[in-house]
Every structure is written in C-alpha cells, then in structure tokens.
C-alpha cells in the first residue's frame, strides 16, 4: 500500500487549498483514511478521519467549520479541503490508511503512511 500526498503549498491567511492523497496497491473500499499534520517543533495531531464507505467523519475543533474531507474510492483518492486558512495550520501534513471500517484522529492507529505535503499560511 503507497500514500502519496499532494496540493501543498503556501497560501495567505483566508485562502484555500484542497490536499489530495491518492492511495495504490489495494483496494480503497476497505480503508479508513486520517489527515494529520504536524508543525515544527510539535507532536504529529489529527485533523481529520473519513471511514471506508465514507458515510463517517471527524474533525478536530480547530479545523471544524474550515476544512472538509472527502473521498472518492474510484479514483482511489481522498481529499481535504481547506478553507479560511490561518497561520497557525502551518504544517507538513500527512495522509494515513488503516484497514478498518471506522476511523479514527489518533496517529498511533494508523499502519500506512504517506511522504506528507507542506502548507503554510503567510499572515
């Protein structure tokens, strides 16, 4: 299973950018998907989680409202749309797969990882 991430990039503060992590070597059906990031010098957090059919999603309170995932397992790709950006997301951020229906934002639960893709929000 490979991860690769993609749509990074730098963005003014209130902009948007929509992240796109496209998974190969098995079939998408059956994987949860998570967002996480992680600023310099901070712990890897979660930002958001889609289960395997879709039907499910979390967020962390500091994304709620802004950003939006998505998925679609034809194109074997999930998304993150992130809108009204603020400096403090800032951060490389990572996709991760985890072979189960329902999903989590808990990094240590997640077995498969992508390179992860930088964000950063100028002021």
């Known amino acids: 299973l490979q991860l690769v991430e993609s749509g990074g990039g730098l963005v003014q503060s209130g902009g948007s950018l929509r992240l796109s992590c496209v998974v190969s070597?098995?079939?998408?059906?059956?994987?949860?998907i998570g967002w996480f990031r992680q600023a310099p010098g901070k712990e890897r957090e979660g930002v958001s989680c889609?289960?395997?059919?879709?039907?499910?999603?979390n967020y962390a309170n500091t994304v709620k409202g802004r950003f939006t995932i998505s998925r679609d397992n034809a194109k074997a790709t999930v998304y993150l749309q992130m809108n009204s950006l603020k400096p403090e997301d800032t951060a490389v951020y990572y996709c991760?797969?985890?072979?189960?229906?329902?999903?989590?934002?808990?990094?240590?639960?997640?077995?498969?990882w992508g390179q992860g893709t930088q964000v950063t929000v100028s002021s």
């Open positions: 991760a797969a985890l072979a189960e229906a329902g999903c989590t934002v808990v990094p240590g639960d997640y077995d498969y």
């Open positions: 070597g098995v079939t998408l059906d059956y994987y949860a």
């Open positions: 889609i289960s395997s059919s879709g039907t499910n999603t």
